[in-house]
């Protein structure tokens, strides 16, 4: 007798299962503000046994991004019913160096469903649930921007009821890129204490994963603003901006295929 389940609750069918058998596919849009803070700052985010990038790789240098995700597992039944596959999230990105490679690593994150949660923890991600929202493009009628110059967009993060931060891009034109930050293949940590609570932990892993059979649309670049907030539970404030350095639109469709184990 087998128990199924990915990762939990696990029964004989896996029916009940928070997430569905990977692989699982992404198609989004991505709002992004890439800012500098202090370097200083990047590394008290940084766990010690991972460095900063050098000092002239950008050290300082963050992405701050709001994704409008729609997901689903192989079979697509996710797209028959939506509330299973639609889910938004906010999440800040710095690069750090680990065994002399660069990478990006998400050091703080929220997200609107259970799925998407639980999901960012088996692969590493520090995930918590919040409030996220930002402006959809538009291509008829007048009730958002155009992916044209001007184009306007805004966009929310609150947790705990209270505004982490605020954010907008005004479109300048098309861009070579959607930002230079959070393009390396991520690194995490994967972390879970043991039940004794006695400081030692019963998962203790650093990963590596990257997208598989990637789509990107048009990139378009603009001017951005940001404001982050204090709150009692939160430390996103760490990473204050020193210096805005832009920002960017991008859909981008990809696939978690799997991971790889680096200790």
């Given amino acids: 007798m087998t128990f199924r389940g990915l990762p939990f609750p696990r029964t004989l069918t896996g029916r009940a299962s928070i997430l569905p058998p990977a692989p699982w596919h992404y198609s989004g849009d991505l709002l992004t503000v890439e800012y500098r803070t202090d370097p200083a700052n990047v590394r008290a985010v940084l766990p010690p046994d991972v460095d900063l990038v050098e000092d002239d790789e950008d050290p300082g ?8 995700w729609q997901s689903c597992g192989d079979d697509r039944a996710e797209i028959l019913d939506p509330v299973r596959s639609q889910y938004k999230e906010a ?27 639980v999901r960012g923890y088996l692969q590493g991600y520090p995930k918590k649930l919040g409030s996220i929202h930002q402006t959809r493009p538009i291509t008829v009628g007048s009730a958002g921007p155009r992916l044209t110059a001007g184009g306007r967009f805004g966009m929310t993060l609150a ?24 393009s390396h293949p991520m690194l995490h940590h994967r972390w879970f204490p043991g039940i004794e609570l006695d400081g030692r932990d019963s998962l203790a892993e650093v990963v590596t994963m990257s997208g598989v059979n990637v789509e ?8 951005a603003t940001l404001e982050l907030f204090d709150s009692p539970t939160e430390e996103l404030t760490l990473l204050a901006p020193r210096e805005i350095l832009g920002g960017y639109f991008r859909s981008v469709g990809t696939t978690f295929a799997g991971g790889t184990t680096l200790r």
């Avoid at 240098?61 to 409008?68: C, Y």
């Avoid at 705990?160 to 959607?178: F, I, K, M, Q, Y």
């Avoid at 990107?216 to 001017?223: H, M, N, S, T």
């Fill in 159 to 182: 947790a705990g009821d209270r505004r982490l931060a605020n954010a907008t891009l005004t479109l300048r034109g098309e861009s070579p890129t959607g930002g230079f930050v959070n």
């Fill in 61 to 68: 240098a963050v992405a701050f991004i709001w994704a409008d």
């Fill in 216 to 223: 990107l649309g048009p990139a378009y670049a603009g001017e």
């Fill in 91 to 117: 999440f800040v990105v710095v690069r750090c160096r680990y065994e002399g490679r660069i990478y990006s690593r998400c050091v703080f994150i929220w997200v609107d469903k259970d799925f998407a949660l």
